[in-house]
């Protein structure tokens, strides 16, 4: 059984920084592609980022391309999400997700393993 435990999130100002963090145990963190999700209000879930095991290769939205960047820590088994320049756009639960895949990772189907979720709620 894999657990993922997201933790970082909060409510902060536009133009504000928020790190979110997410803790894996019970697999093998080192050769899991893991991944970043967001769900906004009346929305459906959405892509955020994404880093192959190891660490080589990272992914991103559009969206948050050149503000968020992800990373990872295989001795901690942890990864992360350095969010910079919020936007009140950025407003969701944001997922962590650990796959079997190593590519595809923009794909919630390539997600065996979800977390809880983390609120970020950005103002204006």
């Known amino acids: 059984q894999v657990q993922l435990v997201e933790s970082g999130g909060g409510l902060v100002e536009a133009g504000a920084s928020l790190r979110l963090s997410c803790a894996a145990s019970?697999?093998?963190?080192?050769?899991?592609?893991m991944g970043w999700f967001r769900q906004a209000p009346g929305k459906e879930r959405e892509f955020v980022a994404a880093?192959?095991?190891?660490?080589?290769?990272?992914y991103y939205a559009d969206s948050v391309k050149g503000r968020f960047t992800i990373s990872r820590d295989n001795a901690k088994t942890t990864v992360y999400l350095q969010m910079s320049s919020l936007k009140p756009d950025d407003t969701a639960v944001y997922y962590c997700?650990?796959?079997?895949?190593?590519?595809?990772?923009?794909?919630?189907?390539?997600?065996?393993?979800w977390g809880q979720g983390t609120q970020v709620t950005v103002s204006s």
């Open positions: 997700a650990a796959s079997d895949w190593n590519y595809g990772l923009e794909y919630s189907a390539r997600y065996a393993y």
């Open positions: 880093i192959t095991w190891s660490g080589r290769s990272t």
């Open positions: 019970g697999r093998t963190f080192s050769s899991s592609g």
